[in-house]
């Protein structure tokens, strides 16, 4: 599996996130792709893609 999702594209890989944070029940959040060196918080990251040069940043909007 870990092998499968590095390849998706950032596309396909932002909406299986959206997908499981709908499915978890969770109603606002915010996905985002950023470079590396704009993350201020490691505990949102919830992936990475282009060959690990950006992150994917998840938060909960409440």
């Known amino acids: 599996m870990k092998r499968a999702m590095q ?3 950032a596309v396909i890989l932002l909406t299986l ?3 499981a944070a709908l499915a978890a029940g969770v109603a606002s959040y915010t996905l985002e792709i950023v470079p590396n060196d704009e993350v201020s918080d490691e505990t949102m990251v919830v992936g990475s893609c282009d060959g690990g040069t950006q992150k994917i940043i998840y938060q909960r909007n409440d």
């Open 7 to 9: 390849k998706c594209s």
């Open 17 to 19: 996130l959206s997908s």
